[in-house]
């Protein structure tokens, strides 16, 4: 049989030390992530694997040093959220919600609850999540129920939050609330920790894929917080979670080039070493096609996310190329896997084969962090203008 095994991805770094750090990331996923992936749908979350990477300064990585973080350009951190996507989804998808779930005290937060807070979300082996989506507000989510009412010196919460990833088992919850008014205006962050008293969890939702990674309602039934656990203004929550939505849908978009990529791997492993008439199935031109589409897809859509982020590192407006990215990679996740399992045929379809999984896993990227009929009215209202009422 041929020697197929899969190449690293040729990858134009910015720095030596990104070089370096990418090396660091490929070690991990081969020795540590990669080998137990097999295990995902006995839907056990490997929280070791979180413990290792905060323990390797991987938790932080686009944020300030000074808290812990990694001070690395998102052009670089998308490029490891790929690699550990490729290794595993869960891996990668949980990485990229912990940097959502930080966002909003990285970003908004004072100096005082950043120096109290961050060091522990970034490097202190804590892991996030992000509470903004509910029962009866998904792609609505503007129209959310949680309610905050101020008490005395702090805020108690109520309300049910719904799909959050790490729901259960996460330290910290990034929670939108209504504070105010209807609407947009109305929305308030906070900062909750993972024990509050009054917070607690559903059984995890029983998924297709994806399913080491648990997603779950949260319940806050009169969850008390102090004042220095807001996030930014009264009122700005709901500009909050936009703005940690668009750097988010950058990492989603990475995560599907990985699992796409690990999926093509699989293929070309498969084709060349598949024996149909007197020769490998990589020989038969049809075949040979639908590979060079597979790669170009995923070529394009890694160019896709990286010029995004390179915008964002330059301090630009990328929504719309956050909108687009998400988009056209999950989209071409979807692709990728579902013809992966096609050229394995049956033995795709199958559990012997990680294709099956892959493509299971792929579905969920089209539906998180907005779903892909919402970033096209995103885009579209970049292209056109607001929709006429």
């Known amino acids: 049989m041929p020697d197929r095994a899969p190449q690293p991805v040729d990858r134009q770094l910015p ?22 992936a097999a295990e995902e749908d006995a839907g056990l979350f490997p929280r070791e694997v979180f413990t290792l990477l905060s323990r390797s300064g991987l938790l932080g990585l ?3 040093s000074a808290y812990g973080g990694g001070d690395q350009p998102y052009e670089v951190y998308l490029q490891v959220l790929e690699e550990l996507a490729a290794a595993r989804l869960t891996v990668g998808l949980g990485l990229s919600v912990h940097t959502l779930a930080s966002y909003g005290l990285a970003t908004y937060g004072t100096k005082k609850q950043q120096v109290e807070h961050l060091p522990a979300m970034l490097g202190g082996g804590l892991l996030g999540a992000y509470a903004l ?14 309610k905050a009412v101020r008490d005395g010196d702090g805020w108690v919460l109520t309300g049910t939050k719904s799909w959050i990833t790490h729901g259960g ?17 109305g929305i308030t962050a906070f900062l909750v920790p993972g024990d509050a008293e009054g917070l607690s969890a559903a059984a995890p939702e029983k998924k297709m894929g994806l399913k080491g990674s648990p997603t779950a309602q949260i319940h806050l039934d009169g969850v008390r917080v102090g ?13 909050i979670a936009l703005s940690a939505l668009d750097s988010g849908r950058l990492g989603i978009a990475a995560c599907a080039v990985g699992l796409a990529q690990a999926a093509l791997d699989e293929a070309v492993g498969y084709a060349a070493g598949r024996q149909q008439f007197g020769r490998p199935i990589s020989d038969f031109q049809g075949l040979r096609f639908m590979l060079a589409d597979m790669a170009t897809q995923i070529e394009a859509g890694r160019a896709l996310y990286l010029a995004a982020a390179r ?11 956050a909108a687009m990215a998400k988009l056209f990679c999950t989209d071409t996740a979807m692709k990728v896997t579902t013809d992966a399992v096609q050229v394995l045929g049956g033995y795709g379809y199958t559990t012997d084969f990680p294709t099956e999984r892959y493509m299971r896993e792929a579905k969920v990227l089209q539906i998180v962090e907005g779903t892909n009929q919402i970033q096209r009215m995103v885009i579209a209202r970049h292209v056109a203008g607001p929709e006429t009422r």
């Open 169 to 185: 088992i996460a330290d910290f919850y990034t929670v939108m609330a209504r504070s105010g008014e209807r609407g947009p205006r």
């Open 15 to 36: 720095t030596e030390e990104a070089r370096d750090l990418i090396s660091l990331v490929r070690d991990i996923a081969q020795h540590e992530i990669a080998p137990k």
């Open 133 to 146: 989506s509910e029962p009866a507000s998904g792609s609505d989510a503007a129209s959310l129920s949680t």
């Open 311 to 321: 915008l964002r590192d330059a301090g630009l407006p990328f929504a719309r190329q």
């Open 227 to 239: 004042d220095d656990r807001r996030l930014g203004e009264e009122g700005q929550g709901f500009a």
């Open 62 to 64: 686009p944020y300030d």
